[in-house]
């Protein structure tokens, strides 16, 4: 499937909070790019001290995710 960060930078929904948290992750320049698990991405966030709205605004976008991609895909 496609990765998290592949499907957030091409992001264009009317969710704001997702759409500015895909403009964070395309400025990070250590994000993995291909990373597929959500463990790790929140790991990533934790070790890089993401704030509250951070965590808030992945947690969406995870379940957009996950609706567009991840159950389309099994």
Known sequence: PMS???WITSYNDD???IRHFAKI???DK???K???SKDA???YLYNNNAGDRALLSFERAWKKY???VVNENK
């Open 4 to 6: 998290f960060y592949t």
């Open 15 to 17: 969710s704001l909070m």
């Open 25 to 27: 992750m395309k400025i």
């Open 30 to 32: 250590n994000f993995t």
């Open 34 to 36: 291909d990373v597929l």
């Open 41 to 43: 991405i929140i790991h």
């Open 66 to 68: 996950e609706e567009e």
